[in-house]
């Protein structure tokens, strides 16, 4: 009887794990930028907050998995900021600041937000709440398409 309530224990565990897929989050957007201007590709930043159900669905199903794909590791930038949390990050100025203090920066205040900024954290594309689950991937994989065609013209742009 033992055995059963370890395995139930063990299985139980898994299933809590894999339920709450976590995404990159966001440390330093200043060493970041550093990557988009080597790679020319943009920074998707997912703003969340803890229990906002459409969150955890984008972050389950959509941005977490794209995030785990080898196609996306040359294509764009993930990182993720729970807009509730005072924990310190690097600003595109090198400047420390709180999650929720750069959420504030962009005047965040519907989750889930997805942004897609350039080297500077201008703000080339941007998704507001779930409009249409169905096609989420692949009109954020869109954005991102439009987003480092904007980076590309911008690094090409000639005085």
Not at 126 to 143: A, F, P, R
Not at 149 to 158: F, G, H, P, R, V
């Amino acid at each position: 009887m033992l055995r059963f309530y370890l395995l139930l224990v063990v299985l139980l565990t898994n299933f809590a794990v894999a339920d709450e897929l976590t995404l990159t989050p966001a440390k330093n957007f200043f060493k970041d930028s550093q990557q988009v201007w080597k790679n020319k590709t943009p920074i998707l930043i997912m703003f969340s907050i803890p229990d906002c159900e459409f969150c955890k669905k984008v972050k389950q199903e959509i941005v977490g998995p794209m995030a785990e794909l080898k196609e996306y590791d040359d294509k764009v930038i993930i990182r993720h900021i729970d807009s509730s949390s005072f924990d310190d990050i690097k600003n595109f100025y090198n400047e420390e600041v709180t999650n929720n203090e750069f959420s504030s920066r962009y005047a965040i205040n519907f989750f889930p937000t997805v942004l897609l900024v350039d080297q500077y954290g201008v703000i080339l594309e941007k998704v507001l709440g779930v409009t249409n689950e169905e096609y989420y991937w692949t009109d954020l994989d869109q954005l991102i398409d439009k987003a480092t065609t904007k980076i590309n013209k911008q690094m090409s742009a000639k005085l």
